[in-house]
């Protein structure tokens, strides 16, 4: 029988050497292939975040060849704050050798448009493992976000009916919370707030004070002063909308957001007396709102206490009751329409 062991070496080996040659082909071959044809941008960058290859509908969304685009940097080819974020995410994963996985951000479009994607980051290790550059796989979410948008768009609408019905029971509480609602939007679009996580917020606000529906009218809207009594049951509408809400299925920490609008820095607020650090930002931003809203508006127990009052409440507890970078926020806003409610519109006025 013949054993295999007695083939020459040197034929051996070059037959091993071209299939190793062909495997390599066909592997470059699958992945210049994967490349080409995945609709999604992939793209690798050097250690200095210079682009070194892009695939096919990476260079299309440009309308570029690959060629005009190997050497440069997102800084070529987006607008600053947003190639400056892209900048430091590959710099984070140089640094640290982490990936980052799924990072939802919008894009602006070389049409001016924007689009909602979704990204993952690696880092490229040489065979020492250190990291000597980046690699990205860009995601186009735009339907699936549009949906999700609109979806929360009905929803908000739906609140929208309830307040309406609600408010003829007490058009005071509920063109508070439409308004609160407007003024929270307007703040958190100037803090850079992610869309979905805007409407959450509004959300939060049409909801804030839904407990009060049970409150008898006659002590939430009685003129002078409240018994102990009547302002304890006042307070407890915060955890009677925390109540009326918990059993639903409601996004992120809504329900929470909502148990906290009176809460305030110091820990003076209620119902539990949180401090800052246990806050949450919605409820910040919330508890800011109500009392804007609140102070610049007549109530049935007693007149409007105008912008001067409301601005002098502001500032004096800006750190103390209220988050300073909020009440920055919002004194710039008002100072910017001439000291008026920014909120007040000719569709909102009620
Ligand atoms: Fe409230
Ligand atoms: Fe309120």
């Known amino acids: 029988m013949k054993n295999i062991n007695s083939k020459p070496k040197h034929k051996k080996s070059r037959k091993s050497y071209g299939d190793l040659k062909k495997t390599i082909s066909l592997e470059r071959n699958l992945l210049q292939s994967l490349l ?34 190997i050497g440069k940097t997102d800084f070529d080819f987006f607008p600053k704050d947003q190639a400056q974020k892209m900048f430091n995410d590959d710099t984070y994963i140089l640094k640290t050798g982490k990936p980052i996985i799924g990072k939802i951000e919008r894009t602006l479009l070389p049409n001016g448009t924007y ?25 186009d979410i735009t339907a699936y976000d549009n949906t999700e948008r609109t979806n929360l768009d009905m929803i908000i609408n739906s609140l929208k009916v309830l307040d309406k019905i609600l408010e003829t029971k007490d058009p005071y509480t509920f063109g508070h919370t439409r308004r609160v609602s407007i003024i929270a939007e307007r703040i958190a679009k100037e803090l850079s707030w992610e869309t979905n996580r805007i409407l959450e917020l509004k959300m939060s606000a049409e909801l804030h004070d839904i407990g009060k529906i049970l409150i008898p009218l006659e002590i939430l809207n009685k003129p002078g002063k409240l018994s102990d009594l009547e302002y304890k049951m006042v307070q407890e509408h915060v955890q009677q909308s925390y109540d009326m809400l918990k059993p639903y299925s409601f996004p992120s920490q809504l329900p929470e957001a909502i148990y ?49 009052v409301t601005l002098k409440e502001l500032k004096e507890n800006a750190g103390f009751k209220y988050d300073k970078d909020i009440v920055d926020v919002v004194l710039r806003m008002i100072s910017e329409n001439n000291n008026k409610p920014f909120w007040l519109t000719s569709e909102n006025l009620s």
Do not use: W
């Not at 941008?41 to 200095?48: L, P």
């Not at 682009?51 to 440009?62: D, K, P, S």
């Not at 009392?291 to 127990?301: D, F, G, N, Q, T």
């Open 115 to 139: 689009n909602c994607v979704t990204t993952t980051k690696i880092p490229i290790k040489n065979k020492k493992n250190k990291v000597v550059g980046t690699m990205g796989v860009t995601r």
């Open 36 to 69: 080409d044809n995945i609709p999604d941008a992939i793209y690798f960058k050097d250690d200095k975040n210079r682009i070194i290859r892009v695939n096919r509908f990476y260079a299309e969304g440009f309308k570029l060849s690959s060629k005009d685009i």
């Open 260 to 308: 906290q609008h009176h809460e305030r820095l110091d820990g003076k607020g209620y119902p539990r007396g949180l401090l800052s650090d246990k806050i949450l930002p919605e409820a910040k931003i919330l508890a800011i709102c109500d009392v804007l809203e609140a102070m610049i508006s007549h109530r049935p127990y007693r007149q409007a206490l105008g912008m001067d």
